[in-house]
């Protein structure tokens, strides 16, 4: 066992899932995984080893099939999912949030629709809040749901949708004016719609369209698209929760756990690149010994395993936070600004460790220098998590003058 990254007081059953996880990704994802992102292939196979063991319902209640499981546990397992190849976790984490939001959030008949096809893994889930024009500034979308009868016509252009092709449900974020008086708040005119589709690209249901997916630098393997909606028909009981106007909180409820979420696969990523350079330290020779003998090593090595320390617990303190049902947005923030950061930095330097073999596709290190910046912007960019941060340090520690 890893010396870096435990979780003190984890039950025997939590223990058990991580261990079999660990197993899993050692075994299953990080001797494939560089040869499938290189080529930008959806990693079939491993996902339907993860349907197996359960992970698409680790945290969808026992009645509905899953593991019920807590927002720790399912943190760990992404953690150990990222440390293999952090696109896996991406696959989940969409997912995850969709049947999170659909469990806090939905109608009864809504969650005996899709909770328990959820949890073996039969539906898989994406969501949407991006637009072409805008990213973190999601109170200005222009995505549209009108009512007509007993329908809502969507129409609009969104963005930035991991899993946008392979998904069959989608929790798409569109404006519904219906009921709400000129002058509210845009925040409150807002309606999370539960969008059916068949997976594939192209016209995937009359009036919605999945054009393909979008070529990154890194995060490949996952299929991230664009969705265009235009004259989308939606039976009004498949808006989320049966009621309009409350998609804003609805979806940063689910940002919320998606943050702690990107965290953990901050603190993977930087662990795999931490042991990538410790081991390539003690393997590479120069001037008469290897390269972790010399000072200057072994002070970038010193660094980078107090920073996956570092990352590691606050992430976990961020979900035990929102499990005990408290507020958690603060820890949360400044667990992904924290992790993201770290991850680069650490990578970075496991990067400047192989020299210029790290420059080579043929070392894994490689991968993972593409990979880390991709946090620095999921979820919310480094700069929202402080503006975040700030205010609710204002809030909490408010001058009483």
């Not at 081991?279 to 010994?289: D, M, V």
Request: charged letters at 25%; glycine letters at 12%.
């Amino acid at each position: 066992m890893a010396r870096l990254a435990q979780t003190p007081g984890l039950t025997d059953i939590q223990q058990e899932i991580l261990a079999t996880v660990r197993d899993f990704v050692d075994k299953e994802i990080i001797p494939v995984a560089t040869e499938l992102e290189h080529r930008d292939e959806y990693p079939t196979q491993i996902v339907e080893g993860l349907k197996e063991l359960g992970l698409f319902g680790l945290m969808i209640p026992e009645e509905y099939g899953g593991l019920g499981e807590s927002l720790l546990t399912y943190a760990l397992c992404v953690e150990e999912i990222a440390r293999g190849w952090m696109s896996v976790s991406g696959i989940i984490n969409t997912h995850f949030i969709v049947a999170y939001m659909l469990k806090q959030h939905g109608t009864q008949e809504q969650k005996d629709t899709f909770l328990p096809r959820m949890a073996a893994g039969e539906v898989r889930g994406a969501f949407s809040m991006s637009e072409p024009g805008l990213g973190s500034d999601v109170s200005a979308i222009t995505s549209k749901g009108v009512k007509d009868g007993d329908d809502y016509v969507l129409n609009g252009q969104k963005m930035w949708l991991t899993n946008g092709g392979s998904s069959t449900l989608v929790a798409v974020l569109c404006r519904s004016d219906e009921g709400h008086p000129e002058g509210t708040a845009r925040h409150k005119s807002m309606t999370t719609f539960l969008v059916e589709k068949e997976p594939g690209f192209g016209e995937v249901r009359p009036g919605l369209t999945i054009p393909g997916k979008i070529d990154k630098m890194g995060y490949k393997g996952v299929d991230t698209t664009e969705l265009i909606m235009d004259g989308l028909r939606i039976p009004a009981n498949r808006v989320l929760g049966g009621v309009t106007g409350r998609g804003f909180y609805q979806m940063m409820d689910g940002v919320e756990v998606g943050r702690v979420n990107v965290a953990a696969r901050g603190c993977g990523v930087a662990h795999r690149a931490f042991e990538l350079g410790i081991s390539y330290a003690q393997q590479r020779h120069t001037f008469g010994k290897p390269i972790a003998q010399h000072q200057a090593i072994q002070f970038k090595l010193a660094e980078m395993a107090t920073k996956v320390e570092a990352a590691h617990a606050m992430m976990v303190n961020a979900a035990r936070k929102k499990d005990s049902g408290e507020r958690n947005d603060l820890e949360a923030g400044m667990a992904k600004y924290l992790a993201a950061e770290y991850c680069k930095e650490v990578v970075e330097d496991a990067f400047r460790i192989h020299g210029g073999y790290g420059f080579s596709k043929e070392y894994e290190i490689e991968r993972l220098y593409r990979e880390a910046p991709m946090l620095l912007i999921g979820e919310g960019t480094a700069e929202i998590q402080k503006m975040i941060i700030g205010r609710r340090l204002l809030e909490e520690y408010r001058f009483q003058g």
